[in-house]
């Protein structure tokens, strides 16, 4: 099942591509980088965040841009929840400022804080860059007569998507793909988490939520990491009491089970 991170880029390459374009993904960072060539002949390496809903995702170390190991020079902010899909253009260094200024109040508020975690970004503070598609050398108006083929994420060298030409009115073959494994949720720290896990690997794969479209090799493992990354500090939590399927625990699942 395609996460929303990988349903955001796709729909970004597309649009991309459907605009005079070439882009591809890059796999020399986990942050999503995609290398975009303009219409205009220009290359510019980008940052996408998507979402479904709530707001999109980042962390208060992204306050750093030289800590960016991407080098990007855009943010692309790729609301999912809409349709058509929204984008929203930002450069690296005015999102890095924003999210650093936003940290400032927040360890002014409270001190003892640190400088790490989760950092949410609301759709208010990126809106101005709504269809800033001139800002990456691409065309105002899709040709939506343009088809792209399914991206593949690929080394920092390889070949762009390639676009080929099609009918219209041609008609696409859907595949339905059934997710078995069981959907877990958690609420802490404020904010709920929607997992899938399965019960033969017990590998639990974060779906929603902070640290999206991460896979941990057990319950626990999750439950520390997607709550540590809120919090900056270590946590220990008993995954299978944290993770719970309706009113039940993943525990009381695994005990009935067995």
Known sequence: ???????????????????????????????????????????????????????????RQDEDIESDDTRSEFWVFVDLAVDPHQFFM??????????????????????GRTRTGHHAIPRGRVVHGHDRWDALGLAAVKDTSIHVEAPVAAKRTATPVVAKK?????????IEVIDLRLEVTADCHGYRWVGRFDETTEILEVMRGPMEGRRFPNPTAAANAVT?????????YDGWAFWTIGNSTLGARRRKSA
Do not use: C, Y
């Not at 395609?2 to 993904?25: L, P």
């Not at 099609?166 to 859907?174: I, N």
């Not at 540590?228 to 220990?236: F, L, P, Q, W």
């Open 166 to 174: 099609r009918r219209a009115s041609a008609a696409v073959e859907e």
């Open 228 to 236: 540590g990354h809120i919090s900056g500090d270590i946590e220990s």
């Open 1 to 59: 099942m395609e996460d929303t991170a990988s349903r955001g880029i796709n729909a970004f390459i597309s649009e991309v591509t459907q605009r005079g374009g070439k882009a591809v993904r890059l796999t020399h960072s986990r942050r999503n980088p995609v290398e975009v060539k303009g219409g205009d002949g220009s290359t510019r390496i980008v940052r996408v965040r998507s979402k479904l809903d709530g707001d999109w995702q980042a962390r």
């Open 90 to 111: 930002l450069p690296s260094v005015e999102v890095a400022d924003d999210i650093r200024s936003e940290v400032d109040l927040w360890i002014m508020d409270s001190p």
